[in-house]
């Protein structure tokens, strides 16, 4: 598939908007949760970013997308916008459901242009694959129960849409622009990815810290996670979800790129000492850390096409 051409406009819009699903928050199967269950999950601190953050790119993708002059590229961007502000909708019911302490932030709009548009679909890039590797370690801990991660595994697959769309529209419009070459394409987007991190670090997202984690239990299971574990998640997850889109689209490479790089150094440092004899507490069938370290590591790297 040649990027910039009409065949691949045509290929990254209709793979995004034929795997849209149609459905309404309120009708996921939810699980009903109570104990432990139901404790850790309001223990989780990200509720109210997570809700503010998806309704501002909800009103953010929709403004942009009346922006748009291509009607096919016009009609996917709608539609992710449409699904941006359905996770809103989602998170909102989530907090509702399991009375999740999460009073309303107030976030700006995002400016709307193409260029605020890549910095945002860069920060996707971004916050997508560390939410792959916390979605499915929470999975891999038994940190949360099955069926409730399945629902969040819907909204994690909406975003790998989401990036590989994106990456695809960018790469289209860079390229259709007369700025095809790879190395330049591959330098700007990790100015992007650059400027996307300093937004958030900085508060340009108007955030306030993040609170601590609100239950000594979680907290020790979560302080157990050791970076190569994360990574190794993260990798293998991402390239899961990728697996499921069409494999001629581009795919995100950025973070996997910089994951598997750190993954590497980290597997070259000399082993770390045992520092403590504690055991972390697990809930029951839970996985010692150690022992899912000890995995077969995943293998490095992302079969795609870009
Ligand atoms: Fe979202
Ligand atoms: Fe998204």
Not at 53 to 69: H, S
Not at 117 to 142: N, P, Y
Not at 174 to 201: C, D, N, P, V
Not at 281 to 295: C, I, N
Request: charged fraction near 25%.
């Amino acid at each position: 598939m040649q990027v910039g051409t009409p065949q691949h406009r045509e290929l990254f819009c209709r793979t995004f908007i034929e795997t849209h699903v149609a459905f309404e928050p309120e009708e996921l199967p939810w699980p009903h949760l109570e104990g432990v269950d139901l404790e850790r999950l309001r223990a989780f601190p990200f509720w109210r970013y997570a809700r503010s953050i998806e309704q501002r790119a909800g009103r953010m993708v929709t403004a942009f997308a009346k922006t748009i002059d291509d009607p096919l590229i016009r009609s996917a961007v709608a539609l992710q916008g449409e699904e941006e502000t359905r996770h809103g909708r989602l998170m909102a019911h989530a907090i509702e459901r399991y009375g999740i302490d999460a009073p309303p932030l107030t976030i700006a709009d995002a400016p709307i242009s193409p260029e605020e548009f890549a910095i945002f679909g860069f920060g996707e890039c971004t916050d997508s694959f560390v939410g792959f590797g916390a979605i499915a370690l929470a999975r891999k801990m038994k940190i949360l129960p099955d069926a409730l991660l399945d629902v969040f595994d819907g909204v994690m697959f909406e975003e790998a849409r989401h990036i590989v769309f994106f990456i695809n529209w960018w790469r289209y419009e860079e390229t259709r622009a007369g700025r095809g070459s790879i190395l330049a394409q591959a330098i700007k987007a990790l100015g992007y990815h650059f400027r996307a991190a300093m937004g958030t670090i900085t508060g340009a997202t108007d955030l306030p810290p993040m609170p601590a984690l609100d239950d000594p239990e979680l907290a020790a299971i979560v302080a157990d996670v050791t970076p190569a574990l994360f990574l190794e998640t993260a990798l293998a997850e991402n390239r899961r979800m990728m697996a499921k889109l069409d494999a001629r689209l581009l795919k995100p490479q950025v973070m996997p790129a910089i994951g598997t790089a750190l993954l590497i150094g980290i597997r070259m440092l000399p082993p770390r000492v045992a520092t403590s004899e504690k055991t972390p507490a697990l809930t029951d069938g839970a996985q010692p850390v150690e022992s899912l370290h000890a995995r077969p590591a995943a293998t490095s790297g992302q079969a795609d096409a870009a």
